[in-house]
């Protein structure tokens, strides 16, 4: 280990709650490096699935039951707990969903669909995933909106002047991200939310891949949304948050309806629940909220902040190294990163580089990372991103730069 | 000229040699900088299968009565992989190629580069040869 590299927590002792970092991926031990895809999750959350199914499985919100009883409360514990993990006011402020990607469309059709007109804006950046593209650009296309789109900087940062004129057309809505999840840039969220605010625009913000790393307050932040996803931050996979500041879910109606979001049901005349319930028609992810509370205790345990330094340690060692290897280019040098690097090698495709690192066991992610219009803007046909996680180490880093500079070898 | 069986052993053959994945990679990138690009007035957006990741081109000819095949890709494994398709494929008559069943990938240990998953268009590109070989063997018989 380099010197002066120590870690806030026993890393060794957290990579064995994970049991799958002990497989072998091609005969080598498994270096995994796509956290910002997904990551691995610990037995506690692993064992919470399992002790669901095992000892309260049952459906919920209707049986007067003992189980339905039982699961009901997990269930709503789960929502409680996220609550609490992202400074919420209230329990009743946060609707589950499949993902980042279901919370965001939620949003569209719920909130700006009823609200958007010819002729009006709607702003997103130019670093946006794919999924806070499509459910913006579709209803500006329905209603013949215009999608302005906030320019990237050279260095992977936003335009905040350009951000600015924009705003200043009155969008209906401003949807952006908090963390770039292919240059790991960290929005200057805080300030950009005031400038929406001073417009009175609607803000949405993406924290699908800044949740698993920093503490998040929403109250604090003051964004009318911010949705994420369970299985970027250590929890299982279909399982997502939508957070809706105040009474804002009171104001939109649903956009799936179904059985439990009512209060009365007649065949000319329907009644809804209020609150979050509204939005969660039909049999819910059960087991994936109460999964997600195990992962808020699990993240919530080792400590946000020191979670936070450890990435940062690994970040700027991996980044040190990398940065002395022969024709790398780093796509994205913010100096707010979230952990990720993404970069080319001068003369190999990403592809290639990714599938030579597969066969020494180590996982990166290469391709455009559901974020065309951003790899067009640099001119590059695809990155490779190693993004960290808890659970990573400094060993793990000089495997990689060893497996890196074999695999430039072996294709220029 | 081999039959495309017999090309597919001669390459079952040579990759038996390789007990190291690396000497197998380097043969497959090295058969990729080898191949012979293709001509940029070729690279046209018909001729283009595209994977989530690489992009191939396939330019399929008829010559002689037999079908030909030229290719290539932005990365250089797929263009590996691509020369080994057209080593086997390129020169034959359609309906030999339409039939071929095309193992030797199987036993030369990559058949996941040509799963559909693999984001590389290589398995939309043999699929493509087949389609070629058939649409050119047509117009042969009539």
Redesign the interface.
């Known amino acids: 280990m380099e010197a002066g590299v120590k870690s806030l927590f026993d890393v060794q002792k957290l990579r064995a709650e994970f049991p799958i970092l002990s497989v072998t991926v091609h005969g080598k031990p498994l270096v995994y490096f796509d956290n910002g895809a997904t990551t691995q999750k610990p037995r506690a959350v692993i064992n919470s699935l399992v002790e669901y199914y095992t000892a309260c499985n049952a459906n919920i919100h209707r049986g007067v039951h003992s189980l339905s009883q039982e699961a009901s409360a997990a269930y709503e514990q789960a929502r409680e707990s996220v609550a609490e993990f992202i400074g919420a006011s209230s329990a009743q402020e946060i609707v589950f969903t499949r993902g980042t990607t279901e919370s965001i469309n939620l949003v569209a059709h719920s909130f700006l669909s009823p609200r958007l007109r010819e002729g009006d804006t709607v702003v997103i950046t130019g670093m946006e995933h794919h999924s806070n593209i499509l459910p913006w650009q579709v209803l500006c296309e329905k209603f013949r909106a215009q999608l302005n789109v906030v320019q990237v900087l050279d260095d992977g940062t936003l335009d905040l002047k350009h951000l600015n004129s924009l705003l200043e057309q009155r969008p209906k809505m401003l949807a952006i991200t908090h963390v770039s999840n292919t240059l790991g840039t960290i929005n200057p969220i805080e300030a950009i939310v005031r400038m929406a605010k001073a417009c009175d625009v609607p803000v949405l913000v993406d924290g699908a891949q800044a949740v698993p790393h920093m503490q998040i307050n929403v109250r604090a932040l003051d964004c009318d949304f911010y949705v994420f996803s369970g299985h970027k931050m250590y929890g299982p996979t279909g399982i997502g948050v939508l957070y809706a500041k105040g009474d804002l879910l009171n104001e939109m109606t649903p956009y799936q309806t179904g059985g439990g979001i009512i209060k009365t049901v007649a065949f000319d005349h329907t009644e809804y629940v209020n609150g979050a319930l509204k939005f969660e028609a039909g049999t819910p992810n059960i087991e994936g909220a109460i999964g997600l509370g195990a992962a808020i205790k699990f993240v919530t345990e080792v400590g946000m902040e020191a979670i936070s330094q450890h990435e940062m340690k690994l970040h700027t060692y991996a980044r040190t190294l990398l940065k002395s290897i022969d024709g790398i280019r780093f796509i994205g040098e913010a100096n707010d990163n979230a952990g990720v690097i993404s970069f080319v090698v001068e003369g190999t495709h990403p592809f290639d580089i990714g599938t030579i690192l597969d066969q020494q066991g180590i996982a990166v992610r290469t391709g455009h990372h559901c974020t065309q219009p951003l790899m067009e803007r640099f001119n590059v046909p695809g990155t490779v991103r190693v993004s960290f996680g808890v659970y990573n180490t400094i060993e793990e880093v000089d495997v990689l730069i060893a497996a890196l500079k074999k695999a430039i070898k072996m294709l220029k | 000229m081999n039959t495309i069986a017999a090309t597919e052993q001669e390459i079952v053959e040579e990759f038996e040699m390789f007990d190291q994945?690396?000497d197998k990679?380097?043969y497959i990138?090295d058969m990729g900088k080898t191949l012979k690009s293709l001509d940029e007035s070729l690279k046209t957006d018909d001729r283009i299968i595209k994977g989530?990741?690489?992009?191939v081109w396939l330019h399929s000819y008829v010559k002689d009565g037999k079908v030909f095949f030229e290719a290539d890709s932005?990365?250089?494994?797929?263009k590996g992989i691509v020369a080994l398709m057209i080593r086997v494929l390129s020169g034959h008559d359609a309906d030999e190629i339409v039939k071929a069943p095309l193992n030797f990938i199987e036993q030369i240990g990559l058949k996941s580069h040509l799963s559909p998953t693999r984001?590389?268009g290589l398995a939309a590109m043999v699929k493509q040869m087949k389609l070629d070989a058939l649409a050119l063997g047509a117009t042969l018989k009539s």
């Open positions: 994945w690396d990679y380097q990138i989530c990741q690489s992009k932005d990365a250089i494994i797929t984001a590389n």
